[in-house]
């Protein structure tokens, strides 16, 4: 049953770990996307929306492609979702607080509005959008998986997609702490002006990061739709994981790497209701409280205490105006 | 010449601050924002519908006003958001981030309807319902002052505190909803009792939420405005430094102030549960909080402004779910405009407080000295 409850939670956690690298890599470059909730939707339906017509088009559905496309539509959307934000916050130099929340509420009514009206508007003759073919395809696991036991059911018996939310946020830490790029992105978001003033270029890096980041969180919508969901959209079946994101931003004090741990943790919270015996309907309900919780601790710890290395980037949330400086 | 052209490039585009535009100036500017949204909305909605771009308008116009039961049902969902977003005002001026208005008025009805529930049988309607209003601003109060008191002992950052606040007053409510339900285990709250609703004036059960609210908006207008409180707190959102080198405590500006935001987000709950829902769920809220900001952020803070962009907002929402419901749409719709509607206006500001020059080369060693 252990086992189960850790495989459980690593699928659970793969969505909020896509999500907080995409917003983790947003905030180093001093945007706090608050829109990371609607990228997530955005990413999911258009991914939904690529595989829907794919299959709609073609009688037999060819694997590779079928992983391929709902993958391209998916970055599309959210990629330009991400610019929708960044020319808003960056150029036009927008509140980000007020954008961000604009780009949820925009952002979850798309991906409810074309999830629930898609088979209306292409007049297709199916009763509701399973696409259990793609779903199929995403969820090929390793072959070896099954024999390996328990270390196979623990680390091999995951899709693709996992183990790519893995690398990206592996490949996030080392950018950050090893790579010159990394460190310019990483003083663009602490001191804009100083960074500006050492010939780095701050409008490129912030327009880059939020839309890299936003096509990384974008991947965690399609994770969940194609994987945990088996291709079937269901309004508001997404639920608040963006904002679970966010937090888990906060509880990784702004590291990819801690952050792989800290989403397993956030998933075995998503789901440990349904481990604990005799819960009542009731207990469960203040049960799902935890992950809140346990952020709100880890924000009050991590200002209380005032270590240097654990605080948001100095920049975060401001705009940065070259003649303001 | 050139030589120097080279030494020293001058950009294509050059932005820069001016003093912002001023009165009808900038209502045009914005005024401008609106009509382009709209324009872009009405091509989306042809888009998806088929309808002829006139008919699209003409829809959304009877979707929401097209009925004199319509029209109240518009002037309600007005009053709600203007409610909230009145509340969400005073923190915002002092730069305190509060997004947690959705959890705040959230407990604010589970207050109101705890009362109704356990006082009911012992407490006379005249008197429960004050009660009840006190309930429902002392538990919007506590969920603010918590993010505040720590906000202005250690800094915690505010924004994500609320966020999160929003997330357990969710669970609070959907834990309340299981306990207290009827039958038991269907998770849903049995209607208040009718004697505990509030008044109804004339033969129009929502006129009492609009007045409420619309007395509630002059009375936060003068606070702001004329009060020492409402100056402590521009001064604040201003300058920290400011405020400590004048005198001003800015941890008690700041968890004063909250209070009240809060407070007021609980009269939300409160008008919405004893007002109108009667009954209290984890979606009464219905996202209001969020769109609060939005609508506090578009008026400049101003409490009469916000009475229009929270007209707006909920014109489009009605016409919008109307438009959905007449094609077998999802009600969704009309998020998607009310995003892209803000989207227009927020990009609007920027040609309100920057101008765009572009480069010209006659023109150029003049600007080089």
Known sequence: ?325 | MKAKIKSNHEPLIHIAKKTPVQGWRAMLVRAGAIVAALLVCGILTVFLTDLNPISVYSSLIVGAIGTPRRIWVLLHDLAILLCISLAVTPAFKMKFWNIGAEGQALVGGLATAACAMFLGNSLPPHFLIPVMLIASIVAGAIWGLIPSIFKALWGTNETLFTLMMNYIAIQLVSYFCFVFSVPKGSGRLEPINEKFWLPVIGDNDYLFNILFVLVLTVVMYIYLKYSKQGYEISVVGESVNTATYIGINVKKVIIRTMVISGAICGIAGFLLVAGANHTVADNTIGGRGFTAIMVSWLAKFNPFSMILTSLLIAFLDRGAIEIATQHKLNDSFSEIITGIIIFFIIGSEFFINYSVKFRKSEKKEAKNK
């Not at chain 1, 949820?104 to 209306?120: A, C, D, E, P, Y």
Request: charged residues 10%; hydrophobic residues 50%; neutral net charge.
């Open chain 1, 1 to 325: 049953m252990i086992v189960a409850f850790i495989q459980r939670a690593i699928v659970q956690s793969i969505p909020l770990l896509f999500g907080s690298t995409g917003e983790i890599i947003t905030e180093k470059s001093g945007n706090l996307n608050l829109g990371t909730a609607g990228v997530m939707y955005v990413g999911g339906i258009c991914g939904v929306m690529g595989a829907f017509f794919y299959e709609q088009s073609v009688e037999t559905v060819n694997p590779i492609l079928a992983v391929i496309i709902p993958m391209l539509t998916c970055i599309l959307g959210s990629a330009l979702m991400g610019v929708i934000y960044s020319v808003l916050t960056v150029t036009l130099r927008a509140n980000q607080n007020v954008t961000g929340l604009a780009l949820t509420t925009f952002g979850v009514g798309f991906g409810n509005f074309f999830g629930g009206s898609l088979i209306k508007l292409t007049n297709a003759d199916v009763p509701s959008i399973a696409l259990s073919a793609t779903s199929k395809c995403f969820k090929t696991t390793l072959p070896f998986a099954d024999k390996l036991g328990i270390i196979g059911d623990l680390f091999f018996s995951y899709s693709f997609l996992a183990y790519v939310a893995v690398i990206i946020a592996l490949i996030t830490s080392f950018y950050f702490n090893r790579t010159r790029s990394g460190l310019h992105l990483r003083a663009v978001g602490e001191n804009p002006a100083t960074a500006d003033a050492a010939g780095i270029n701050v409008t490129v890096y912030k327009h880059t990061s939020i839309i890299i980041g936003s096509i990384i969180a974008g991947f965690g919508g399609l994770y969940y739709v194609m994987d945990y969901a088996n291709g079937v959209w269901s309004n508001d079946g997404f639920g608040d994981r963006g904002w679970l994101a966010i937090a888990l931003v906060i509880f990784a004090i702004w590291r990819p790497n801690v952050s792989i741990l800290g989403s397993i943790l956030f998933g075995g919270l998503f789901i440990v209701y349904n481990y604990i015996p005799d819960l009542s309907l009731s207990s469960q309900e203040l049960f799902k409280m935890t992950p809140y919780v346990v952020t709100i601790l880890v924000l009050i710890i991590t200002s209380m205490r005032q270590k240097k290395e654990s605080q948001p980037p100095a920049s975060l949330g401001l705009p940065y105006f070259r003649e303001e400086r």
